[in-house]
C-alpha cells in the first residue's frame, strides 16, 4: 500500500512538474529553430542568437536591465540588512509595527505601488528615466530583503555586538567581524530575492521609466508587430541568468549551512 501511494504521488509531482515546464522547455527549444516559425520545427540553427546579438535596441534594453537589476540589489541589501539588525535592537512594539508596515508594499498589488512610485516622482519634479527606474526597484526590493534576513538576525544572541564592543570593537566593526558571518546566509538568499525582483519586473519599471528608461520588460511591451523569432532567444537567456542566479544561492547557503 506505501508503495502505491509513494507511485501515486510520484506522478502526481512529475505531472505537476510537466505542467509548469513545459512551457518553458519549448521556448528554449524553438530559440534553437532555424524556421522563423514559433510553432514549427525547421532544424537546429543560432541565427536568432546571432540576429539578437546584433539587435541595438536589445542590447541596450538587456544592459540596462542588469545595471538596474546590480545596482539595486547592492543598494537594497545593504539598506535591508542594517535596517533589520536595527530593527532587532528596538523593542518589541515597534519592532511588530515595523515588520508589518514593511509587509504591506509587499502585498499590496504590484500596481497601486507602481503607480504610488508615479505620482511620489511627479510630485518631486523628478524626471522619468534609469534614474527614477533605479530608486522604484531599490524601494520595492528593500522590504523583500528585511523580511528575509530579519528572522536570521533575530535569532542571534542580543549580546554578540556588546561583546565584541568590549573587546575593542567599533559598532561598525563589531557588525561587520561578530554579525555578517551569522547571516551570511541570509544576506544571500535575499540578495538572490531583490536581483530576480528587479530583473524581471515590468509594471512597476512601466510607470516610472518616463518615455527615455527601457529595460528588457518594457521593450517586450512594446513589440508592435509580433513577437519575432529573437525574442525566445532573449527569453531563453534570461532563463539562464535566473537559473545561475538561483543555483549560485543555493549553491552558497548549502555551503554555510554545513559550515554551521
Same mark, same amino acid.
Given at each position: 500500500?506505501?508503495?502505491?501511494?509513494?507511485? #501515486?504521488?510520484?506522478?502526481?509531482?512529475?505531472?505537476? #512538474?510537466?505542467?509548469?515546464?513545459a512551457? @518553458?522547455?519549448?521556448? &528554449?527549444? $524553438?530559440?534553437?529553430?532555424?524556421n522563423?516559425?514559433?510553432? =514549427?520545427?525547421?532544424?537546429?540553427?543560432?541565427?536568432?542568437?546571432?540576429?539578437? $546579438?546584433?539587435?541595438?535596441?536589445?542590447?541596450?534594453?538587456?544592459?540596462?536591465?542588469?545595471?538596474?537589476?546590480?545596482?539595486?540589489?547592492?543598494v537594497?541589501?545593504?539598506?535591508?540588512t542594517?535596517?533589520?539588525?536595527?530593527?532587532?535592537? %528596538?523593542?518589541?512594539?515597534?519592532?511588530?509595527?515595523?515588520?508589518?508596515? %514593511?509587509n504591506?508594499?509587499?502585498? %499590496?498589488?504590484?500596481?497601486? =505601488?507602481?503607480?504610488?512610485?508615479?505620482? #511620489?516622482?511627479?510630485?518631486?519634479?523628478?524626471?522619468g528615466?534609469?534614474? =527614477?527606474?533605479?530608486l522604484?526597484?531599490?524601494? $520595492?526590493?528593500t522590504? +523583500?530583503?528585511?523580511?528575509?534576513?530579519?528572522?536570521? &538576525?533575530?535569532?542571534? !544572541?542580543?549580546? #554578540?555586538?556588546?561583546?565584541?564592543? !568590549?573587546?575593542?570593537?567599533?559598532?561598525?566593526?563589531?557588525?561587520y567581524? /561578530?554579525? $555578517?558571518?551569522?547571516?551570511?546566509v541570509?544576506?544571500?538568499?535575499?540578495a /538572490?530575492?531583490a536581483?530576480?525582483?528587479?530583473?524581471? !519586473?515590468f509594471?512597476?519599471?512601466y510607470?516610472?521609466?518616463?518615455?527615455?528608461?527601457?529595460?528588457?520588460? @518594457?521593450?517586450? +511591451?512594446?513589440l508592435?508587430?509580433?513577437i519575432?523569432p =529573437? @525574442?525566445? /532567444?532573449l527569453?531563453t @537567456?534570461?532563463?539562464?541568468?535566473?537559473?545561475? &542566479?538561483?543555483?549560485?544561492?543555493?549553491?552558497?547557503?548549502?555551503?554555510?549551512?554545513?559550515?554551521?
Amino acid at each position: 500500500m506505501k508503495k502505491h501511494n509513494n507511485l #501515486l504521488s510520484g506522478i502526481f509531482i512529475l505531472l505537476v #512538474l510537466l505542467f509548469v515546464y513545459a512551457p @518553458i522547455f519549448s521556448l &528554449v527549444l $524553438f530559440s534553437f529553430n532555424a524556421n522563423r516559425s514559433l510553432t =514549427t520545427w525547421g532544424g537546429f540553427s543560432f541565427e536568432w542568437y546571432g540576429e539578437l $546579438f546584433r539587435s541595438r535596441e536589445i542590447m541596450n534594453a538587456v544592459v540596462w536591465t542588469f545595471i538596474i537589476a546590480i545596482l539595486a540589489t547592492i543598494v537594497s541589501v545593504i539598506v535591508g540588512t542594517f535596517a533589520a539588525i536595527g530593527l532587532s535592537k %528596538n523593542k518589541k512594539l515597534f519592532r511588530n509595527v515595523v515588520i508589518n508596515l %514593511n509587509n504591506i508594499p509587499i502585498v %499590496n498589488p504590484e500596481i497601486v =505601488t507602481a503607480i504610488g512610485l508615479l505620482l #511620489l516622482f511627479q510630485s518631486l519634479k523628478l524626471q522619468g528615466g534609469y534614474g =527614477t527606474m533605479l530608486l522604484a526597484h531599490i524601494a $520595492f526590493c528593500t522590504p +523583500y530583503v528585511i523580511i528575509t534576513v530579519y528572522p536570521k &538576525v533575530k535569532s542571534l !544572541d542580543p549580546s #554578540l555586538i556588546e561583546a565584541a564592543q !568590549d573587546l575593542g570593537a567599533t559598532p561598525m566593526r563589531a557588525i561587520y567581524y /561578530a554579525v $555578517f558571518p551569522q547571516i551570511k546566509v541570509a544576506i544571500f538568499a535575499a540578495a /538572490a530575492i531583490a536581483f530576480t525582483m528587479s530583473f524581471d !519586473d515590468f509594471v512597476i519599471s512601466y510607470f516610472t521609466a518616463g518615455s527615455t528608461g527601457t529595460n528588457i520588460s @518594457i521593450y517586450l +511591451y512594446t513589440l508592435k508587430r509580433g513577437i519575432p523569432p =529573437t @525574442i525566445n /532567444a532573449l527569453s531563453t @537567456i534570461m532563463i539562464l541568468v535566473v537559473t545561475i &542566479v538561483v543555483t549560485l544561492n543555493f549553491i552558497l547557503t548549502r555551503k554555510q549551512y554545513k559550515e554551521v
